[in-house]
Protein backbone atom coordinates (compact mmCIF):
# COMPACT_ATOMS: atom_id res chain seq x y z
CA UNK A 1 0.00 0.00 0.00
CA UNK A 2 1.77 3.10 -1.65
CA UNK A 3 -0.88 5.32 -0.39
CA UNK A 4 -0.54 8.85 -2.31
CA UNK A 5 2.39 8.96 -5.04
CA UNK A 6 3.42 11.94 -6.91
CA UNK A 7 6.22 12.21 -9.88
CA UNK A 8 8.45 14.17 -10.02
CA UNK A 9 9.83 15.08 -7.36
CA UNK A 10 11.59 17.75 -8.86
CA UNK A 11 11.16 19.86 -11.80
CA UNK A 12 12.22 23.13 -13.32
CA UNK A 13 10.60 24.54 -16.43
CA UNK A 14 10.83 27.79 -19.01
CA UNK A 15 8.28 30.47 -19.03
CA UNK A 16 5.43 28.94 -21.07
CA UNK A 17 6.77 25.23 -21.45
CA UNK A 18 3.90 22.88 -20.40
CA UNK A 19 3.93 19.51 -18.41
CA UNK A 20 1.83 17.29 -16.34
CA UNK A 21 2.20 16.58 -12.43
CA UNK A 22 0.97 12.79 -11.80
CA UNK A 23 -0.38 11.71 -8.64
CA UNK A 24 -2.29 8.52 -7.96
CA UNK A 25 -3.68 6.66 -4.72
CA UNK A 26 -4.31 2.99 -4.29
CA UNK A 27 -6.59 3.79 -1.20
CA UNK A 28 -9.46 3.81 -3.41
CA UNK A 29 -10.53 6.90 -2.77
CA UNK A 30 -13.19 9.12 -4.14
CA UNK A 31 -11.73 12.69 -2.90
CA UNK A 32 -8.64 13.91 -4.75
CA UNK A 33 -7.44 17.19 -4.52
CA UNK A 34 -4.36 19.56 -5.60
CA UNK A 35 -2.63 21.95 -3.26
CA UNK A 36 0.21 24.48 -3.56
CA UNK A 37 2.38 25.82 -0.87
CA UNK A 38 4.05 29.37 -0.24
CA UNK A 39 5.45 31.12 2.05
CA UNK A 40 3.76 32.75 4.62
CA UNK A 41 0.49 31.16 2.77
CA UNK A 42 -0.61 27.81 4.19
CA UNK A 43 -2.07 25.55 1.23
CA UNK A 44 -4.28 26.92 -1.09
CA UNK A 45 -7.13 24.57 -3.10
CA UNK A 46 -6.45 24.27 -6.98
CA UNK A 47 -8.81 22.09 -8.27
CA UNK A 48 -10.81 19.05 -6.48
CA UNK A 49 -12.18 15.67 -7.74
CA UNK A 50 -15.05 14.07 -5.61
CA UNK A 51 -15.20 10.98 -8.20
CA UNK A 52 -14.00 9.65 -11.34
CA UNK A 53 -15.43 12.26 -14.00
CA UNK A 54 -16.18 14.91 -11.60
CA UNK A 55 -13.73 17.50 -11.08
CA UNK A 56 -14.20 21.35 -9.59
CA UNK A 57 -12.18 24.22 -9.16
CA UNK A 58 -10.57 26.11 -5.62
CA UNK A 59 -9.47 29.06 -4.32
CA UNK A 60 -6.48 29.46 -7.30
CA UNK A 61 -7.28 27.37 -10.28
CA UNK A 62 -6.05 29.65 -12.55
CA UNK A 63 -3.35 28.09 -14.91
CA UNK A 64 -3.93 24.78 -14.18
CA UNK A 65 -6.20 21.85 -15.96
CA UNK A 66 -7.49 18.72 -14.14
CA UNK A 67 -9.09 15.38 -15.05
CA UNK A 68 -9.94 12.37 -13.21
CA UNK A 69 -10.58 9.61 -15.36
CA UNK A 70 -10.15 6.69 -13.26
CA UNK A 71 -10.61 6.55 -9.46
CA UNK A 72 -6.30 5.98 -8.80
CA UNK A 73 -5.01 9.30 -10.87
CA UNK A 74 -5.54 12.77 -10.75
CA UNK A 75 -3.09 14.66 -13.01
CA UNK A 76 -2.43 18.39 -12.98
CA UNK A 77 -1.59 20.12 -16.11
CA UNK A 78 -0.01 23.21 -16.60
CA UNK A 79 -1.00 24.87 -19.71
CA UNK A 80 2.33 27.61 -20.41
CA UNK A 81 4.02 27.70 -17.12
CA UNK A 82 4.71 30.97 -15.36
CA UNK A 83 6.88 32.28 -12.61
CA UNK A 84 4.07 32.79 -10.29
CA UNK A 85 3.18 29.11 -10.87
CA UNK A 86 6.96 28.08 -8.80
CA UNK A 87 5.54 26.42 -5.41
CA UNK A 88 5.90 23.37 -4.18
CA UNK A 89 2.55 21.02 -5.19
CA UNK A 90 0.95 18.71 -3.21
CA UNK A 91 -1.27 16.32 -3.84
CA UNK A 92 -4.41 14.29 -1.39
CA UNK A 93 -6.52 11.80 -1.17
CA UNK A 94 -9.29 11.46 1.27
CA UNK A 95 -12.76 9.62 1.91
CA UNK A 96 -16.01 11.07 3.02
CA UNK A 97 -14.91 9.32 6.33
CA UNK A 98 -11.33 9.99 6.63
CA UNK A 99 -8.93 13.13 6.92
CA UNK A 100 -6.86 13.75 3.76
CA UNK A 101 -3.69 12.06 3.11
CA UNK A 102 -0.72 13.96 1.23
CA UNK A 103 1.91 12.87 -1.20
CA UNK A 104 5.18 13.97 -0.53
CA UNK A 105 4.87 16.79 -2.67
CA UNK A 106 6.42 17.98 -6.55
CA UNK A 107 8.78 21.29 -5.91
CA UNK A 108 8.77 23.10 -9.19
CA UNK A 109 10.70 25.84 -10.17
CA UNK A 110 9.71 28.31 -13.50
CA UNK A 111 12.45 30.38 -15.11
CA UNK B 1 -15.87 30.47 2.75
CA UNK B 2 -14.31 29.40 5.86
CA UNK B 3 -11.48 30.91 7.41
CA UNK B 4 -8.99 29.93 9.48
CA UNK B 5 -6.65 31.69 11.56
CA UNK B 6 -3.20 30.83 13.00
CA UNK B 7 -1.73 33.63 15.70
CA UNK B 8 1.92 33.98 15.23
CA UNK B 9 3.56 32.91 12.21
CA UNK B 10 6.63 31.92 14.31
CA UNK B 11 6.53 30.43 17.55
CA UNK B 12 10.44 29.84 19.69
CA UNK B 13 10.32 27.78 23.20
CA UNK B 14 12.65 26.27 25.02
CA UNK B 15 13.62 22.49 25.24
CA UNK B 16 11.28 21.12 27.88
CA UNK B 17 8.85 24.28 27.87
CA UNK B 18 5.12 24.25 27.38
CA UNK B 19 4.09 24.30 23.38
CA UNK B 20 1.16 26.32 22.67
CA UNK B 21 -0.09 26.85 18.93
CA UNK B 22 -3.02 28.84 18.73
CA UNK B 23 -5.70 28.26 15.60
CA UNK B 24 -8.99 30.22 15.58
CA UNK B 25 -11.81 28.95 13.20
CA UNK B 26 -15.20 31.29 11.70
CA UNK B 27 -17.75 29.25 10.76
CA UNK B 28 -21.45 28.98 12.15
CA UNK B 29 -21.56 24.63 11.02
CA UNK B 30 -19.77 22.57 13.65
CA UNK B 31 -16.68 21.85 12.08
CA UNK B 32 -13.92 19.44 11.67
CA UNK B 33 -10.66 20.20 12.78
CA UNK B 34 -7.36 19.14 12.21
CA UNK B 35 -3.95 19.65 13.06
CA UNK B 36 -0.88 18.63 10.53
CA UNK B 37 2.50 19.00 11.01
CA UNK B 38 5.39 19.18 8.11
CA UNK B 39 9.03 18.28 8.97
CA UNK B 40 11.56 20.60 6.84
CA UNK B 41 11.04 19.42 3.13
CA UNK B 42 8.18 16.40 3.59
CA UNK B 43 4.95 16.20 2.91
CA UNK B 44 2.02 16.87 6.04
CA UNK B 45 1.60 14.43 8.17
CA UNK B 46 -1.82 14.56 10.33
CA UNK B 47 -1.40 15.07 14.35
CA UNK B 48 -4.51 15.02 15.01
CA UNK B 49 -8.26 15.50 14.68
CA UNK B 50 -11.88 16.57 15.72
CA UNK B 51 -14.57 15.48 15.14
CA UNK B 52 -17.44 16.30 17.21
CA UNK B 53 -16.98 13.52 19.60
CA UNK B 54 -14.27 14.68 22.50
CA UNK B 55 -13.79 17.96 22.74
CA UNK B 56 -9.99 17.36 24.24
CA UNK B 57 -8.26 15.62 21.85
CA UNK B 58 -5.26 13.45 21.51
CA UNK B 59 -2.69 13.28 19.18
CA UNK B 60 0.42 11.41 18.34
CA UNK B 61 3.84 12.50 19.95
CA UNK B 62 2.62 14.18 22.68
CA UNK B 63 0.30 16.78 21.36
CA UNK B 64 -3.63 17.51 21.90
CA UNK B 65 -5.85 19.94 21.53
CA UNK B 66 -9.18 21.25 22.77
CA UNK B 67 -12.25 22.31 20.85
CA UNK B 68 -13.97 25.68 22.42
CA UNK B 69 -16.99 26.51 20.28
CA UNK B 70 -17.90 29.55 22.20
CA UNK B 71 -14.59 30.63 21.50
CA UNK B 72 -14.28 29.27 18.27
CA UNK B 73 -10.77 27.79 18.81
CA UNK B 74 -8.58 24.80 18.59
CA UNK B 75 -5.26 25.28 20.05
CA UNK B 76 -2.43 22.71 19.88
CA UNK B 77 -0.83 22.41 23.38
CA UNK B 78 2.29 19.26 24.09
CA UNK B 79 3.62 20.25 27.80
CA UNK B 80 6.81 19.49 27.09
CA UNK B 81 8.62 20.58 23.80
CA UNK B 82 11.47 18.35 22.43
CA UNK B 83 14.33 19.42 19.37
CA UNK B 84 12.09 16.94 17.12
CA UNK B 85 9.10 19.12 17.09
CA UNK B 86 10.56 21.75 15.70
CA UNK B 87 8.71 21.90 12.37
CA UNK B 88 5.30 23.93 10.78
CA UNK B 89 1.97 23.22 11.77
CA UNK B 90 -0.88 24.02 10.30
CA UNK B 91 -5.09 24.47 11.63
CA UNK B 92 -6.85 22.67 9.10
CA UNK B 93 -10.99 23.17 9.00
CA UNK B 94 -12.57 20.36 6.84
CA UNK B 95 -15.34 18.80 5.04
CA UNK B 96 -14.43 15.38 5.62
CA UNK B 97 -13.21 14.54 2.06
CA UNK B 98 -14.08 17.73 0.21
CA UNK B 99 -12.64 20.57 0.84
CA UNK B 100 -10.20 21.79 3.58
CA UNK B 101 -9.53 25.51 4.49
CA UNK B 102 -5.84 26.03 5.77
CA UNK B 103 -4.93 28.20 8.14
CA UNK B 104 -0.93 30.01 7.19
CA UNK B 105 0.94 27.73 9.35
CA UNK B 106 3.06 28.75 12.64
CA UNK B 107 6.58 27.92 12.00
CA UNK B 108 8.11 26.57 15.66
CA UNK B 109 11.42 26.53 16.95
CA UNK B 110 12.79 24.24 19.73
CA UNK B 111 15.80 26.19 21.86
CA UNK B 112 18.23 23.71 23.52
Known amino acids: NAGVTQTPKFQVLKTGQSMTLQCAQDMNHEYMSWYRQDPGMGLRLIHY???????DQGEVPNGYNVSRSTTEDFPLRLLSAAPSQTSVYFC??????????FGPGTRLTVT | AQSVTQLGSHVSVSEGALVLLRCNYSSSVPPYLFWYVQYPNQGLQLLLK??????LVKGINGFEAEFKKSETSFHLTKPSAHMSDAAEYFCVWGDFGNQFYFGTGTSLTVIP
Open chain 1, 92 to 101: ASATRATEQY
Open chain 1, 49 to 55: SVGAGIT
Open chain 2, 50 to 55: YTSAAT
